[in-house]
């Protein structure tokens, strides 16, 4: 019994580490990426500057504080919301519902730059290609609060 149950103790032990294991081989091993990873260009977002003041600051505010009725695009309760899911999701969330009052008006183009200026005002960093237009490339990147450790 005494044995059994220190194969048992090792076994527990030993699997925990190599499952941790396992999931990070996997978020590497699926071209998973992270929003820290510089998914999108300045250039775009000052683009997305423009789209966003043009099609959302209106209801979500100019500096994405949210309004009356519209929620916040930055802070605690946008990061509570998004953070966990992949910028696929939100992307998709404002191409099919947004703006409020004409869904669907906005082309993948300029979604993407209105998304990538939503990333760049809640401090994720810029970096050298510009944030694709494919959801289905947007669904390999996490949003996630903290940087990941490489
Ligand atoms: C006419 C007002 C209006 C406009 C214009 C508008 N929104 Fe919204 N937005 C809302 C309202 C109201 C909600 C919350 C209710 C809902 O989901 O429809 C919302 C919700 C959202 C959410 C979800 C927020 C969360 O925390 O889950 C996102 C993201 C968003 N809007 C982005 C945008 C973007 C980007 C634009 C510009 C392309 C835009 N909105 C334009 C009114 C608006």
Request: charged content about 20%.
């Amino acid at each position: 019994m005494k044995r059994l149950l220190t194969a048992a103790g090792i076994a527990l032990s030993l699997s925990l580490p190599l499952s941790l294991l396992v999931s990070r081989a996997n978020a590497q091993g699926d071209g998973m990426r992270s929003v820290w990873d510089g998914v999108f260009t300045k250039e775009q977002a000052e683009r997305g500057s423009a789209g966003y003041q043009q099609n959302c600051a209106s209801c979500h505010g100019t500096s994405l504080t949210g309004g009356e009725s519209a929620p916040p695009l930055t802070g605690g309760e946008f990061s509570s919301n998004w953070f966990g899911l992949t910028a696929g999701d939100l992307f998709e969330r404002i191409r099919t519902t947004m703006p409020a009052d004409r869904p669907g008006r906005i082309n993948r183009e300029q979604n993407a730059q209105i998304l990538a200026y939503i990333l760049s005002m809640n401090q994720f960093p810029a970096g050298n290609v510009d944030l694709p237009t494919q959801t289905d490339f947007l669904k390999q990147i996490r949003l996630e609060a903290e940087r990941p450790k490489k």
